[in-house]
């Protein structure tokens, strides 16, 4: 699986951003996919996660509530609807398996200016 993200952009406080992963080969729609973050720093986390049909999701503490994952395996997309930012959500934003197991693309900044 290959992967490039995009919708990053610099946003205000309470404001959202949704942000895309696109993904190559064949494989995208039997993996469990997730999204990370890595903030200027700090060592890149775990955000949210979907399963391979988009029947279950989980996400981090920090993000519950705000943020909603979802995917289209006909599209070979998964997206990242974020609300009500926080200026703490600034990172870099990337997507993988759940395990990390692609290799990384080079992400997508999200800014959040208080």
Do not use: H
Not at 36 to 60: D, F, L, M, N
Request: glycine share 14%; proline share 2%.
């Amino acid at each position: 699986v290959q992967l490039v993200e995009s919708g990053g952009g610099l946003v205000q406080a309470g404001g959202s951003l949704r942000l895309s992963c696109a993904a190559s080969g064949s494989t995208f729609s039997i993996n469990t996919m997730a999204w990370y973050r890595q903030a200027p720093g700090k060592q890149r986390e775990w955000v949210a996660a979907i399963t391979s049909g988009g029947g279950s999701t989980i996400y981090a503490d920090s993000v519950k509530g705000r943020f909603t994952i979802s995917r289209d395996n006909a599209k070979n997309m998964m997206y990242l609807q974020m609300n009500s930012l926080k200026p703490e959500d600034t990172a870099v934003y990337y997507c993988n398996t759940y395990g990390g197991e692609a290799a990384w693309g080079q992400g997508t900044q999200v800014t959040v200016s208080s």
